[in-house]
């Protein structure tokens, strides 16, 4: 995703706007899979609390950058 935006200047603004657009569904629905996790212990729960997160700030980041 990185790499698309460094070049995102090459791209025309609908296509720009699409790869955006899918990739916070693609957040969206991580996002939805680490919130379901049954967190059996504490290490588990570590790590599924920073995806969690992780995706937050990406969905927020990626809000910033659409339209």
Same mark, same amino acid.
């Given at each position: 995703?990185?790499?698309?935006?460094?070049?995102? +200047?090459?791209?025309? +603004?609908?296509?720009?706007?699409r790869?955006?657009?899918?990739? +916070?569904?693609?957040?969206?629905?991580r996002?939805?899979l680490?919130?379901?996790?049954?967190?059996?212990d504490d290490?588990?729960?570590?790590?599924?609390?920073?995806?969690?997160?992780?995706? +937050?700030?990406?969905?927020?980041?990626?809000?910033?950058?659409?339209?």
């Open positions: 995703m990185l790499v698309t935006l460094w070049f995102g +200047r090459h791209l025309d +603004r609908q296509t720009l706007s790869f955006l657009t899918l990739s +916070r569904q693609d957040h969206e629905q996002l939805g680490y919130e379901r996790i049954l967190v059996p290490h588990v729960g570590a790590v599924v609390a920073f995806g969690i997160a992780y995706e +937050r700030a990406v969905l927020e980041w990626l809000d910033g950058l659409l339209p």
